[in-house]
């Protein structure tokens, strides 16, 4: 080895931390300005009435692998306990929703890295990344709160478990960050299929042991820890598949409910049929001249897309969402939710994945292709609707919590309203002694 080959490795290794850094601390603030500014300061439902409180009540630390509605919540309840031990009482709603947004980012980076093996382009690899921070429906309900993280870690499983490992180094970090996921969202267990995907390869092991492993303490805990009854309401296939349509494709040329509905009353279903046409259309193309590689993920999306979907109506249906039931007064209930965004991530990959495929062809339709994949995500940037727009800022009920403890010295602790008001845990419970600095 010559002398000054081992500091130049060290440098090089710097240098590639300081660039991953700033990567990820820009396509967080990317995502986080995507929100407005009362969003940005309100916390919302389970990052406060669930995994801040759990972390200020005591479990601490020893709590991050509490079952919440009968799963596993790891990197929420890691966050919260990080937010409760080194933040100021009065940022924490920016601390918990800016936090999200890096893990977001870090799931677009960790895409980047993991798609090489499809595709060669640094272009496409970069607009594959973009889906997470950019996705339309990602800031109703779903970016920049804990809560709903799980679903940008489901778009980031398949990825983990099809990427061959390079080195041991690069095996053992797959195994973590599959086991990381798999201990945050149960619905990762849609993959296990893909441990069939050239199973004697062993460089595939990693990944795929991390998942087994933390889909069995998933599964443990769903057996042994009861969630909240179902409504009841009879799941209608007809539904579940028009409402994969509404929801994905719809929702990402759409941008918003209102849209959607206005389009479906003045046109009935054409809207939602020409929406789809694209992804149609794509998804043909891969399939025939993708490679083999290209073709097993454009069908994995597909189906990890509509099976999102899907998994979410059994387990959690709801007569708003029986579409198939719906009169004209009813359309005007339709909302796209929490439930759009992982659907639609899946089903947009198909764009920078057909121009995988295409630039071997014809760069200049490939970069066409492009082209209208950062229109339709730069179109709808600023959001039209977010669910957090009237707050509660936490800032401002802080300080009247503040004012509550004064006003009563015998008051041991106080309700801090979070959002949404009316949700069965819409309150952080803090200390009067910690809100006064005692």
């Given at each position: 080895?010559r ?11 710097i ?7 700033a ?9 986080f300005?995507?929100?407005?500014w009362e969003a940005?300061?309100s ?5 406060g009435?669930?995994f801040?409180?759990?972390a200020i009540s005591g479990s601490?630390?020893?709590?991050i ?5 009968g799963?596993l ?23 918990m929703n800016?936090?999200?947004c ?5 799931v677009?980076l960790?895409v980047?890295?993991l ?6 382009s640094?272009?496409?690899r970069?607009?594959?990344a ?22 940008y870690l489901?778009?980031?499983a398949?990825?983990?478990v099809l990427k061959?490992?390079k ?5 053992i970090?797959?195994l ?6 798999a201990?945050?969202e149960i619905?990762?267990?849609m993959?296990v ?14 990944a ?5 492993f933390?889909?069995?303490c998933?599964i443990?805990?769903?057996l ?8 009841g ?6 539904s ?20 959607v509905?206005s ?7 054409l809207?939602?049929?020409?929406a789809?046409?694209p992804?149609?259309?794509l ?6 001249k993708?490679e ?8 994995t ?7 999102t ?10 007569p ?13 209930g339709?909302?796209?939710s ?7 991530m899946?089903l947009?990959t198909?764009f920078?994945l ?25 179109i ?7 669910s957090?727009?009237n707050?509660?800022v936490?800032s401002?009920?802080?300080?009247a ?5 004064i ?18 845990a819409?309150?952080?419970?803090i ?5 006064l600095?005692?």
């Amino acid at each position: 080895m010559r002398p000054g080959t081992l500091v130049g490795d060290s440098s090089r290794g710097i240098i590639r931390w300081v660039i991953n850094v700033a990567i990820v601390s820009i396509g967080a603030l990317i995502a986080f300005f995507r929100m407005p500014w009362e969003a940005q300061r309100s916390i919302w439902a389970e990052d406060g009435g669930v995994f801040l409180n759990d972390a200020i009540s005591g479990s601490g630390w020893r709590g991050i692998l509490a079952p919440y509605e009968g799963y596993l919540h790891l990197i929420p309840r890691l966050a919260a306990n990080l937010v409760v031990s080194v933040v100021p009482i009065n940022l924490y709603a920016l601390a918990m929703n800016f936090l999200s947004c890096i893990v977001v980012s870090l799931v677009g980076l960790l895409v980047y890295r993991l798609s090489k093996p499809f595709s060669a382009s640094r272009t496409i690899r970069v607009c594959l990344a973009s889906i997470p921070v950019l996705v339309a429906p990602g800031p109703v309900e779903t970016l920049a709160n804990f809560a709903n993280v799980h679903w940008y870690l489901l778009w980031l499983a398949p990825w983990l478990v099809l990427k061959p490992a390079k080195s041991r180094k690069e095996g053992i970090f797959l195994l973590v960050a599959s086991l990381v996921v798999a201990l945050t969202e149960i619905l990762t267990l849609m993959f296990v299929p893909l441990f069939l995907y050239r199973w004697r390869d062993k460089s595939r092991w990693y990944a795929e042991i991390g998942l087994f492993f933390g889909l069995a303490c998933q599964i443990f805990v769903t057996l042994t820890n009861s969630r909240s009854p179902s409504s009841g309401y009879p799941v209608n296939l007809f539904s579940v598949l028009e409402g994969w349509f509404l929801n994905s494709s719809s929702a990402l040329f759409y941008g918003d409910s209102v849209t959607v509905t206005s389009h479906v009353h003045a046109f009935g279903a054409l809207p939602i049929v020409v929406a789809a046409i694209p992804f149609v259309v794509l998804f043909a193309f891969i399939m025939w001249k993708g490679e083999p590689a290209q073709r097993f993920l454009a069908g994995t999306m597909v189906v990890a897309s509509f099976g999102t979907w899907a998994a979410t109506q059994v387990v959690n249906p709801q007569p708003f969402f029986d579409y198939a039931a719906f009169n004209a007064a009813d359309w005007n209930g339709f909302f796209i939710s929490r439930y759009s965004t992982a659907p639609s991530m899946f089903l947009l990959t198909l764009f920078p994945l057909a121009s995988a495929v295409l630039i071997t062809k014809s760069r200049a339709k490939a970069s066409l292709l492009l082209g209208s994949f950062l229109v339709l995500q730069l179109i709808f940037f600023f959001p039209t609707v977010v669910s957090r727009t009237n707050g509660p800022v936490w800032s401002e009920e802080v300080n009247a919590g503040r004012q509550a403890c004064i006003a009563n010295p015998t008051l041991g602790t106080t309700g801090i309203q979070i959002a949404p008001r009316g949700w069965f845990a819409d309150k952080v419970h803090i200390a009067c002694k910690e809100l006064l600095g005692q």
